[in-house]
């Protein structure tokens, strides 16, 4: 590569037309540089000559001309496929570096193929393409490919294209269905900031620029996406090149940034009330935690860890101290805590040190970027390769992270001037510096205003980061979600309604069912060849602690009495309940998972309703903990709060790497939805190939207030991100506040009779039930307990207040399977009551025993590629020839009557005909393979001859995946990869600091990085439970 620029021409090549048509909608994609046109018809694309073209041209209408083609968005509306053709309208240029000249997207237009569609259901991607934070690349030669995706390093080993920072990858997918050369059609942009400037050194230009490449892999805003997800990709991640290009030489530096690789999150409306939350336990994010670094070591050899999160003195209103206590303690416990972590509290260090506190973090990484080095390159010949880089992050990886970034890339340009000769006097260098730094002001506030909105807030002024403070919020509270949704209709819309959606993802790597909807539905319909069952013990319990007064302490009797409501129901069969039998007390017959919900776990008043307290729920943590852990080891995957309505997840550690995509939402019901004082909140996630969703919620109270209650369940079901139809199994506990239609004394008097049938037939959830009102294809164990609610505080007596409340079961547990599955169910094996009495109500538990299904991998990779092999050409196109003459162009009758033909094989969705052969589009794969079982078919005396145009149909299939399967591209080729670096990890408090105050970290040494462990299969099924 050079440095040498040579005049390039943008221009709109490319033109959009619709063809009108009363039967079908055809629009027309031309692009001057090519010898063929595209076109659009019914759900089809196919080429056609331009001569072929110029036939009909004059009757087709011009829509719009462009620069250039993104591809196709695919996008699911009310479970209706709609299909925009994405064209770049608008662009400037930022500059020229090596033989390329890049743009910046300012203007998109979305073609309907889709007759009378708005593209309003696009408008978020529209806006969010046309933000100025998408570019694309224009090449001076063809013989040349600059790929934006890749820093100079990794195109100089000429790597394929980098897809973490491919962002319209999924909209290439629709042309490689259909077999369109993209590389001659298409474009590939990133997201990000590219700054590129001149710099006049003697009688040279050289062309600087920074780079900054936003990964696509767990993008979002600010507030709606934060830290790690289950594949160990992490929001913000950010890959920044500092690169210098002169002449025929090449110098780059290159730094990542990203969010704290844990699961956590910042709920909260307002900039400086989200308070960080750990949104599952420590412990639950062992697994991913090393998948990221494992991760960061694949694309970048040896890491060195810089974290700028406030420590144990730090007085952030966001609680960052607690992640990152979180971050080190995950570290230092990791398979990887051999590589160097660096604390290094930014505000605290420049609050007490000045700028000199820079010169101490720069004394102990320079060691490490001393031995990782950076790029360059001279020619044909690459001198010096990096080998390593440092990965820095703040809270939000903005404003802090990128002036330690700028810090020391700074610091590096002096090698860089260095290796280009540049470096002999002060003018040259201070020219290169002065530049460099506005570059990497611009760099910060570009990155974000994609994450947050504005501007970086540099300490600069006051006034103006204050502006920038506010409108952070205002851009958070009113247009994040927005944008939000740009984001994730542009790197997933597709073609699945929500319950399909979830099977797919239960049961299917995400390349499959994001890619091939038609395929991933026939693996749902086939999951029995590739799954097998597991059984699974499950405990949901409900409290409603009346605020909790109660048990503020937690001393011993409580403790003894919570343990007596959580541990010994697990010992009590369903059939057994009425002996009181206890089975042997197994440890190894405990729960798997636990589900703790409870109700009131704050004082329901007008403060805690605006902004409740998790203090209580914090203890309840802690003491549940405790008592579940007694007998054997839990973990808290995690946890929800709404106000006094409070969820808790416990489950095995062994399962913790089979859970995925864990997810709490709640639903408001209070006061007509505005308030939480009434509710419920949820917990949804996969284990292994079963998707489980607990929900807990309140309902109104009142005797007579029945339609409250029906009106809470169904706005709760209705407003559920993910239905219930689309979940496995459903469990809800909860207050539901339904009681019981008798005479207060008559209803005491059956209860000590022992006569709950009679009473239970005046129950009013059981009446709403049999009318189908509430919980429709629900189930609830009999009920032989007596009444929860209400009793005296401390007493066995119901209530003897004033009001004198007729007692009723309003703690209930009810549970849900999906009835769309053919494997075995379980049941239910438990279902009563506790007597602790610190409450006007008795808490409640059911124990249940279910199938959940698992996943054979190599099983479903056998079906996959049967499925493959069988399914067809992945197109739908099959070739009709008829034997020894030339096909009837101009008799309709002979198309007709072949159309009906071949339509008995399957919904036919385009026909073109040529002079030597038609070409039939089918729906899909399968219906043109039942065509070509056939071989040929007889019409008019005519044999018609049917074959494929390719017959490789699982390449072909493998070829479309694969264009949205991750890759990792190394920094650097394997055979010049030299060992990684194992410094043993000090801890933070303990390690003894150097003169300039920070920790003595030991020099590298060359010792082989470890494989992570493979994934093992789901524990077998479970023994039987005794008796």
């Given at each position: 590569m050079s440095a040498k620029q040579t005049p390039s021409i943008i221009g709109k090549i490319y033109r959009a037309y619709e063809k009108p048509s009363n039967h079908s909608h055809c629009v027309v994609l031309e692009n001057r540089m090519q010898a063929e046109v595209l076109l659009f018809e019914n759900n089809t694309l196919c080429t056609?000559?331009?001569?072929?073209?110029?036939?009909?041209?004059?009757?087709?209408?011009?829509?719009?001309?462009?620069?250039?083609?993104?591809?196709?968005?695919?996008?699911?509306?009310?479970?209706?496929?709609?299909?925009?053709?994405?064209?770049?309208?608008?662009?400037?240029?930022?500059?020229?570096?090596?033989?390329?000249?890049?743009?910046?997207?300012?203007?998109?237009?979305?073609?309907?193929?889709?007759?009378?569609?708005?593209?309003?259901?696009?408008?978020?991607?529209?806006?969010?393409?046309?933000?100025?934070?998408?570019?694309?690349?224009?090449?001076?030669?063809?013989?040349?490919?600059?790929?934006?995706?890749?820093?100079?390093?990794?195109?100089?080993?000429?790597?394929?294209?980098?897809?973490r920072f491919f962002w319209n990858r999924n909209l290439h997918v629709y042309f490689i269905h259909f077999g369109i050369d993209t590389s001659q059609w298409l474009m590939k942009i990133v997201c990000g900031s590219i700054e590129i400037k001149t710099v006049y050194a003697r009688h040279k230009q050289a062309r600087i620029a920074i780079i900054s490449r936003l990964s696509c892999r767990r993008a979002g805003t600010r507030f709606n996406v934060r830290g790690c997800n289950d594949d160990g990709y992490v929001a913000n991640f950010v890959e920044t090149e500092q690169v210098i290009y002169l002449d025929d030489e090449v110098t780059s530096f290159v730094q990542i940034r990203g969010s704290v690789p844990l699961f956590w999150e910042q709920p909260g409306m307002n900039v400086g009330a989200h308070k960080?939350?750990?949104s599952r336990s420590i412990e639950s994010s062992a697994d991913v935690y090393d998948k990221h670094v494992k991760l960061l070591t694949d694309c970048y050899g040896n890491i060195i860890f810089i974290n700028l999160l406030g420590g144990a003195n730090s007085n952030s209103k966001e609680n960052e101290s607690a992640l990152s206590y979180a971050f080190e303690q995950k570290h230092s416990t990791s398979a990887f805590s051999f590589i160097p972590f660096v604390a290094f509290d930014y505000h605290q260090e420049f609050k007490s040190n000045g700028d000199k506190s820079l010169q101490k973090l720069k004394n102990s990484v320079n060691p490490y970027l001393d031995s990782f080095g950076l790029f360059y390159a001279k020619g044909n010949s690459v001198v010096k390769h990096q080998t390593g880089t440092m990965r820095i992050n703040c809270t939000d990886c903005l404003d802090r992270t990128n002036c330690i970034q700028k810090f020391f890339a700074l610091d590096m340009l002096a090698k860089q001037l260095e290796f280009l000769c540049q470096n002999e006097t002060?003018?040259?260098?201070?020219?290169?510096?002065?530049?460099?730094?506005?570059?990497?002001?611009?760099?910060?506030?570009?990155?974000?205003?994609?994450?947050?909105?504005?501007?970086?807030?540099?300490?600069?002024?006051?006034?103006?980061?204050?502006?920038?403070?506010?409108?952070?919020?205002?851009?958070?509270?009113?247009?994040?979600?927005?944008?939000?949704?740009?984001?994730?209709?542009l790197l997933s819309g597709n073609a699945f309604n929500n319950e399909l959606l979830a099977k797919a993802k239960a049961l299917l790597p995400y390349n499959t069912w994001q890619c091939h909807p038609d395929l991933a539905e026939e693996m749902c319909k086939k999951y029995k060849s590739y799954t097998y069952t597991s059984n699974l013990r499950i405990s949901v319990a409900t409290y409603n602690v009346n605020g909790g007064k109660h048990f503020l302490n937690f001393d011993s009797s409580n403790l003894e009495s919570l343990s007596k409501w959580l541990l010994d129901p697990y010992k009590v069969s369903l059939f057994d309940?009425?002996?009181?039998?206890?089975?042997?007390?197994?440890?190894?017959?405990?729960?798997?998972?636990?589900?703790?919900?409870?109700?009131?776990?704050?004082?329901?008043?007008?403060?805690?309703?605006?902004?409740?307290?998790?203090?209580?729920?914090?203890?309840?943590?802690?003491?549940?903990?405790?008592?579940?852990?007694?007998?054997?080891?839990?973990?808290?995957?995690?946890?929800?709060?709404?106000?006094?309505?409070?969820?808790?997840?416990?489950?095995?550690?062994?399962?913790?790497?089979?859970?995925?995509?864990?997810?709490?939402?709640?639903?408001?019901?209070?006061?007509?939805g505005t308030t939480g004082n009434k509710g419920?909140?949820?917990?949804?996630?996969?284990?292994?190939?079963?998707?489980?969703?607990f929900i807990c919620s309140h309902f109104a109270a009142g005797q007579s207030q029945v339609a409250d209650r029906n009106a809470d369940f169904n706005e709760i079901a209705r407003k559920l991100k993910i239905?219930?139809?689309?979940?496995?199994?459903?469990?809800?506990?909860?207050?539901?506040?339904?009681?019981?239609?008798?005479?207060?004394?008559?209803?005491?008097?059956?209860?000590?009779?022992?006569?709950?049938?009679?009473?239970?037939?005046?129950?009013?959830?059981?009446?709403?039930?049999?009318?189908?009102?509430?919980?429709?294809?629900?189930?609830?164990?009999?009920?032989?307990?007596?009444?929860?609610?209400?009793?005296?505080?401390?007493?066995?007596?119901?209530?003897?207040?004033?009001?004198?409340?007729?007692?009723?079961?309003?703690?209930r547990v009810l549970w849900y399977c999906n009835e769309s599955n053919s494997w075995p169910n379980g049941k239910q094996v438990f279902y009563g009551r506790a007597e602790i009495k610190e409450s006007d109500h008795r808490p409640?538990?059911?124990?249940?025993?279910?199938?959940?299904?698992?996943?054979?991998?190599?099983?479903?990779?056998?079906?996959?590629?049967?499925?493959?092999?069988?399914?067809?050409?992945?197109?739908?196109?099959?070739?009709?020839?008829?034997?020894?003459?030339?096909?009837?162009?101009?008799?309709?009758?002979?198309?007709?009557?072949?159309?009906?033909?071949?339509?008995?094989?399957?919904?036919?969705?385009?026909?073109?005909?040529?002079?030597d052969h038609a070409e039939i589009t089918y729906e899909n794969g399968r219906?043109?393979?039942?065509?070509?079982?056939?071989?040929?078919?007889?019409?008019?005396?005519?044999?018609?001859?049917?074959?494929?145009?390719?017959?490789?149909?699982?390449?072909?299939?493998?070829?479309?995946?694969?264009?949205?399967?991750?890759?990792?591209?190394?920094?650097?080729?394997?055979?010049?990869?030299?060992?990684?670096?194992?410094?043993?990890?000090?801890?933070?408090?303990?390690?003894?600091?150097?003169?300039?105050?920070?920790?003595?970290?030991?020099?590298?040494s060359n010792v082989p990085l470890p494989p992570l462990p493979p994934r093992q299969r789901m524990p077998p099924p479970l023994p039987p439970r005794n008796g």
């Open positions: 056609a000559t331009v001569s072929e073209f110029d036939t009909f041209k004059r009757q087709c209408v011009k829509i719009v001309d462009a620069y250039g083609c993104l591809g196709v968005l695919n996008v699911n509306i009310e479970n209706k496929i709609a299909l925009f053709l994405v064209l770049v309208t608008g662009c400037q240029s930022v500059g020229k570096i090596s033989d390329a000249e890049i743009f910046k997207i300012t203007q998109t237009t979305f073609v309907s193929l889709r007759k009378q569609q708005s593209d309003d259901y696009a408008s978020e991607v529209r806006k969010l393409l046309n933000s100025g934070s998408f570019y694309f690349s224009r090449y001076v030669s063809q013989d040349v490919r600059f790929d934006l995706t890749l820093c100079a390093q990794r195109q100089w080993n000429n790597c394929v294209p980098d897809k960080v939350k750990l002060d003018q040259i260098i201070s020219r290169f510096e002065e530049v460099f730094q506005q570059l990497w002001v611009n760099n910060g506030n570009e990155i974000s205003r994609i994450y947050a909105g504005t501007g970086a807030i540099q300490g600069g002024s006051k006034l103006l980061d204050g502006a920038r403070s506010a409108a952070r919020t205002i851009q958070n509270n009113l247009l994040d979600s927005s944008k939000q949704e740009g984001f994730d209709i309940l009425s002996k009181k039998f206890f089975l042997n007390d197994d440890n190894n017959n405990l729960p798997d998972i636990y589900a703790i919900g409870f109700e009131e776990i704050v004082d329901l008043n007008a403060s805690n309703i605006m902004a409740a307290s998790s203090n209580n729920a914090d203890s309840w943590n802690k003491s549940l903990k405790n008592i579940l852990s007694s007998k054997r080891n839990y973990v808290l995957l995690t946890s929800t709060q709404l106000v006094g309505v409070c969820l808790f997840i416990f489950v095995k550690p062994e399962l913790l790497p089979y859970i995925k995509d864990v997810t709490t939402d709640f639903v408001k019901t209070g006061m007509g419920a909140v949820t917990v949804r996630f996969t284990l292994d190939a079963t998707n489980l969703c239905p219930i139809q689309s979940n496995d199994y459903v469990y809800w506990c909860g207050d539901f506040n339904y009681r019981v239609d008798m005479d207060r004394l008559d209803l005491i008097n059956h209860v000590l009779d022992g006569d709950l049938e009679e009473v239970l037939k005046y129950d009013q959830l059981l009446a709403q039930c049999r009318d189908k009102k509430v919980f429709e294809n629900f189930f609830e164990a009999p009920i032989t307990f007596p009444p929860t609610y209400k009793y005296d505080i401390l007493s066995d007596e119901y209530d003897s207040s004033d009001k004198c409340r007729t007692p009723a079961w309003t703690d409640v538990t059911a124990c249940y025993e279910i199938e959940i299904l698992c996943v054979d991998q190599t099983q479903r990779e056998r079906e996959l590629n049967k499925i493959w092999n069988e399914y067809g050409p992945i197109d739908g196109v099959i070739l009709v020839h008829i034997e020894n003459t030339d096909f009837p162009l101009n008799d309709e009758s002979f198309k007709n009557i072949m159309l009906q033909g071949l339509g008995s094989f399957g919904k036919i969705l385009n026909a073109r005909y040529f002079t219906s043109a393979a039942n065509a070509l079982k056939i071989k040929q078919i007889s019409i008019y005396n005519y044999t018609l001859i049917l074959t494929a145009k390719d017959n490789n149909w699982a390449l072909a299939i493998k070829n479309e995946i694969e264009t949205i399967t991750n890759n990792n591209v190394p920094l650097w080729t394997d055979k010049l990869r030299p060992a990684p670096m194992r410094p043993p990890l000090p801890a933070r408090s303990d390690q003894s600091p150097n003169s300039d105050g920070m920790p003595n970290y030991p020099p590298p």
